[in-house]
């Protein structure tokens, strides 16, 4: 008796493993075709045919099956052929329906930096007039003229205090070292102008 009821046991669990295994097998439907276009996307890209590596990733995107990764590849494609508004447009639409974090954030980041490109502003973190945070504030020994943008830090032992950088340090950057802000001179994007091209 408890010979047949371990063998019931051990025939149900091999055949609960066996169904999860074919489960997975299974491809979804139109993962081929999607895969497929992924693979004449990236080869047409590597050849430099953006027109044929465009509809591949178009294909591929649009099967709702892509994570994003061929959208950001269709955008890439898109910049490739100078059609700036049309990649920004492709990041965004990633960074809005891209399915997994790590994509959405890349396109996010890449639409923004191409965002700042086509308005000729530098996308680093060096001071420009656009930033927000700049204030009139009276300085001992300064003109009058300046503005200033305001850091403010904590210390080790939790004081507090502030240290300020003026208008006459437009395009240098200012980073947080240690908790503290220290000006890491002009910024390597734009060589201290602000501008960019693309």
Not at 24 to 35: I, V
Not at 91 to 115: C, F, P
Request: hydrophobic share 35%; glycine share 10%; proline share 6%.
């Amino acid at each position: 008796m408890k010979v047949s009821r371990l063998l019931i046991l051990t025939i149900l669990s091999v055949s609960c493993i066996l169904n999860i295994s074919s489960a997975l097998a299974q491809e979804k439907p139109g993962q081929k075709a999607h895969d497929d276009a992924v693979s004449a996307g990236a080869k047409f890209y590597a050849a430099k045919k953006y027109d044929a590596a465009i509809k591949s990733y178009e294909t591929a995107w649009k099967s709702g099956l892509d994570d994003g990764q061929a959208g950001i590849m269709l955008g890439y494609c898109y910049y490739a052929k100078h059609q700036y508004p049309s990649a920004l447009k492709q990041y965004n639409d990633v960074a809005e329906h891209g399915k997994l974090i790590s994509i959405k954030n890349n396109a996010q980041k890449l639409a923004r930096t191409l965002d700042c490109y086509m308005r000729g502003v530098c996308p680093g973190n060096c001071l420009k007039p656009s930033m927000p945070g700049w204030r009139k504030m009276t300085v001992p020994g300064c003109p009058d003229r300046l503005v200033w943008m305001v850091y403010p830090y904590l210390d080790p032992a939790g004081a507090g205090g502030s240290e300020y950088w003026s208008n006459d340090h437009m395009g240098e950057v200012i980073e947080y070292v240690n908790g503290r802000p220290v000006n890491k001179g002009k910024c390597p994007i734009c060589g201290g102008t602000g501008k960019v091209k693309l």
